[in-house]
């Protein structure tokens, strides 16, 4: 049996890593989301308020010397986080290694694109809210280094960060705006992957009838709208082969027939098992 032991103390105040929406309450937690998150990391990790937290809040002012000169001497995102992955000894030799390969792979990307990625993350989480201010941010930041002449990425990126922030919006049931996310992004690079995107969100705001009416402005899009309605329909034999959808199905028949008690009850399961699972979720 493997034992790790713990460096530092466990800090009264997180720290919380901006750029990846996480908070950490010691240098275990803070080495394990490195290492998760490798790819996604940038120099804006390399902070004095970070320096200051290990020191104080973990109690390990040596590493927090260590680490000071890196940051004003423009020391390198890879010894940075090596020094502390090596400092807290939790992980051996092949697991720092493949993430130090990881961090300078990162160091090829433009930093609009590894926020990108950092942002595209928050949407794997379902922090939908947050992945929409994100690419807001990056769209700012965009539009601000081609006004002052600065390199940006190619279209194609713009059109991902822009069919992205769609992505969000539909997670947020906010089907318009990503409506327009996707045709925006669609103008630009043509991409048939963000036009299925945005029929995909317009079949879910309107009546069949009107979706009819909004292909018809995309001669392009007949057979791949045809497409999406087969595996629409095919999504929706599939629901109503779930128990689910017969036990929705029960509740709306009490309804109809004024079985109030037998409706809430069967609500209160439902809300019940709702609040079961998201107990076990976050105690993983």
């Not at 927090?64 to 423009?74: F, G, R």
């Not at 009107?210 to 018809?216: I, K």
């Amino acid at each position: 049996m493997r034992v790790s032991t713990c460096v530092g103390e466990y800090a009264k105040t997180p720290y919380v890593i901006e750029e990846l929406d996480i908070c950490v309450y010691c240098m275990e937690e803070l080495c394990f989301c490195l290492r998760e998150n490798a790819f996604l990391l940038d120099i804006s990790l390399m902070k004095d308020a970070l320096i200051s937290w290990i020191g104080k809040e973990c109690g390990l002012p040596q590493l927090a010397h260590l680490l000071h000169p890196m940051i004003h001497k423009q020391g390198s995102l890879s010894d940075f986080v090596m020094a502390i992955m090596e400092y807290t000894g939790l992980y051996d030799g092949n697991v720092l290694g493949r993430m130090a390969a990881v961090l300078k792979q990162g160091a090829g990307l433009s930093n609009i694109e590894r926020r990108k990625s950092q942002v595209d993350y928050l949407i794997e989480k379902k922090k939908f809210a947050a992945a929409v201010k994100g690419y807001d941010n990056l769209l700012e930041r965009w539009q601000e280094d081609e006004q002052k002449g600065r390199r940006v990425p190619g279209s194609r990126t713009y059109g991902d960060i822009v069919h992205n922030k769609g992505v969000a919006l539909c997670g947020m049931m906010r089907y318009e705006e990503a409506i327009n996310c996707f045709s925006q992004a669609y103008e630009v690079c043509r991409e048939p992957a963000y036009l299925r995107a945005m029929l995909l969100a317009k079949r879910m705001q309107v009546s069949e009838g009107e979706y009819v009416e909004f292909t018809q402005r995309y001669p392009e899009a007949y057979e791949l709208s045809l497409e999406l309605e087969k595996e629409l329909e095919a999504c929706r034999e599939l629901w109503q082969q779930q128990p689910e959808y017969a036990r929705l199905q029960q509740r709306m028949e009490y309804r109809r027939s004024h079985e109030s008690q037998k409706y809430y009850e069967e609500n209160e399961k439902i809300i019940q098992m709702i609040k079961n699972r998201y107990r076990f979720t976050i105690s993983e």
